[in-house]
């Protein structure tokens, strides 16, 4: 079956440190991976999606980076965080072959407090 | 631009019905969905409409009007558990997911 993990779960950082999440897939290869960010009272925003290796798209301009270094692994980056950056990231991956259906399987999130 | 409308906020009491209402304007429309997303845990699929009708899960349903621009989500005899955020997404025509901000339903025993 799949899996999906992302890490870590929970973590604060000052205003103008770097950030690194990472998000990996099993039991599946190929498949379409997003990371979204989730503010209080808001909709799920689309921040980055890939569909392949070294394939990123950006949805929203903003300091934050993702990269796909292997088909399974999804990371989002930044070099300097915002106080605006502060919210709960979603990894999440759906299957090349059922995109129509836009059925996402969602990893266990990561709550990030910039202070 | 897209917009998806659904209350922040509900409160039904166990054993009852409860109905979720969901409403959008999009670019285009390739399928609705719900997704139930309890505190601080990541949003699970409920279900999914592209058709007008009803679509019928056990305990939950999801009913869709495409002319209207509306859906929504039906679950009954409550249980505790049900207390949830409950998430509307519609595909554009671009196979992108726009969200709603999500009802959150409170169980009252």
């Known amino acids: 079956s799949q899996t999906i993990h992302q890490w870590p779960a929970t973590l604060v950082q000052p205003v103008g440190s770097p950030l690194s999440l990472e998000c990996t897939v099993e039991?599946?290869?190929?498949?379409?991976l997003y990371w979204y960010r989730q503010a209080a009272g808001r909709g799920l925003q689309l921040l980055f999606y890939?569909?392949?290796?070294?394939?990123i798209s950006s949805e929203v301009p903003q300091n934050l980076s993702a990269s796909r270094p292997q088909d399974r692994q999804f990371i989002l980056s930044s070099k300097k965080l915002l106080l605006s950056d502060s919210g709960f990231y979603l990894c999440?991956?759906?299957?090349?072959?059922?995109?129509?259906?836009?059925?996402?399987?969602f990893g266990e999130g990561s709550r990030l407090t910039v202070l | 631009g897209q917009n998806i409308d659904q209350p922040t906020e509900m409160t039904a009491t166990e054993g009852a019905i409860v109905q979720i209402n969901c409403t959008y304007q999009?670019?285009?429309?390739?399928?609705l969905f719900w997704y139930q997303q309890h505190a601080g845990e990541a949003p699970t699929f409920l279900s999914y409409?592209?058709l007008d009708g009803l679509e019928e899960k056990g305990r939950f349903s999801s009913f869709l009007s495409r002319s209207k621009g509306y859906s929504y989500l039906l679950l009954k005899e409550l249980q505790m558990k049900d207390s949830a955020s409950y998430l509307c997404?519609?595909?554009?025509?671009?196979?992108?997911?726009?969200w709603g901000a999500g009802t959150k339903l409170i169980i009252k025993p």
């Open positions: 999440a991956w759906s299957s090349l072959d059922r995109v129509e259906t836009g059925e996402l399987f």
């Open positions: 039991g599946t290869s190929n498949p379409n």
């Open positions: 890939s569909v392949g290796i070294g394939q």
């Open positions: 999009t670019s285009g429309f390739n399928g």
């Open positions: 409409n592209v």
């Open positions: 997404a519609v595909m554009d025509s671009n196979y992108q997911l726009i």
